[in-house]
């Protein structure tokens, strides 16, 4: 009953019902309210935000949760009609077939950045396989899977490479050869390039230095790991979300072998970070990309 009535909601419904849901949590929740004023904090400082996106980014955890069961439902109950999104999917589908035309042989990593909602990022990842005619794709994810339901069952087409499972313990081993035999196969694999190195705490932290804001910061090198010795492409995006509506923008090529691919990653991360960061799932955290790597 409750999969049946999340898939009937408008993601517009879920938009205003997040703020209203975060405000009243807020008021009985310490914990609610500190983590909302953390990540709105942040933003001022990271961002410049104002004060006219507080509450629609104090709320975006709670409305990505909503947004994440209520893409969950209508997938599971086959009402997943969602133009915004397949849109989206056939714009990177355009995208890559210039690559692919322009530079044939070469793979190409595609990059979706931490926003607005897991789901999402990977049903456009769904409508990309299905505009390259493309019989499965592989992802390589650092989220837990089965949140919902069976995953397996709801997006078959994807081979999920996980970086951790708290199902089937540590799957790192050998992720890096998985990959580069899913390149060389099937010429697109997906890695989310813009992971801060906090969020894989649990193991050693492989990184690379840059400049971001006009500081020294650091990003996760997997990807350079990963794509530099194949001379992979990088094809990243994320997603908007404004009253009730979904919209992609996509970012330059980074050749993942060229010396300056790791600054012009971040610097891709920071505009992205400055344009949407109310949707940035990420925000929030004291350190983000700027820590101390040897302590």
């Not at 609610?32 to 990540?39: F, K, L, M, Y």
């Not at 190409?108 to 950045?113: A, E, G, Q, Y």
Request: charged share 25%; net charge positive; glycine share 8%.
């Amino acid at each position: 009953m409750r999969r049946w009535l999340l898939a009937r909601i408008s993601f517009a419904a879920i938009d205003r019902a997040a703020s209203i849901c975060w405000i009243a949590c807020a008021i009985w929740s310490g914990r609610t309210r500190s983590r909302g004023v953390a990540r709105y904090d942040a933003g001022r400082i990271e961002a410049g935000l104002g004060f006219r996106v507080a509450l629609r980014t104090m709320s975006a955890e709670m409305r990505e949760n909503w947004l994440d069961q209520r893409l969950y439902a209508g997938r599971a109950l086959g009402r997943d009609a969602w133009p915004d999104l397949r849109d989206a999917g056939a714009q990177i589908a355009s995208r890559i077939r210039q690559i692919q035309a322009g530079s044939p042989g070469r793979p190409v990593i595609l990059s979706p950045f931490h926003y607005v909602s897991q789901y999402a990022n990977i049903y456009v990842v769904d409508e990309v396989r299905k505009a390259l005619d493309m019989s499965s794709i592989s992802v390589v994810s650092g989220v837990p899977r089965d949140i919902y339901g069976n995953d397996s069952e709801m997006i078959p087409s994807l081979r999920i490479l996980y970086t951790y499972d708290e199902k089937g313990g540590d799957s790192r081993n050998g992720l890096g050869l998985r990959v580069i035999r899913s390149l060389r196969r099937d010429g697109v694999a997906v890695v989310f390039s813009d992971v801060p190195p906090f969020s894989l705490a649990r193991f050693a932290m492989e990184t690379v230095g840059v400049t971001m804001n006009g500081k020294n910061a650091r990003i996760h090198s997997g990807v350079f790991r990963l794509g530099a010795p194949v001379d992979a492409l990088l094809l990243p995006f994320y997603l908007r979300f404004e009253r009730g509506r979904f919209s992609v923008e996509i970012g330059e090529v980074i050749a993942l072998a060229q010396t300056d691919a790791p600054q012009r990653l971040a610097e891709t991360i920071q505009t992205a970070r400055k344009a949407n960061y109310p949707h940035w799932l990420f925000a929030g955290h004291p350190s983000t990309y700027h820590f101390a790597p040897t302590r």
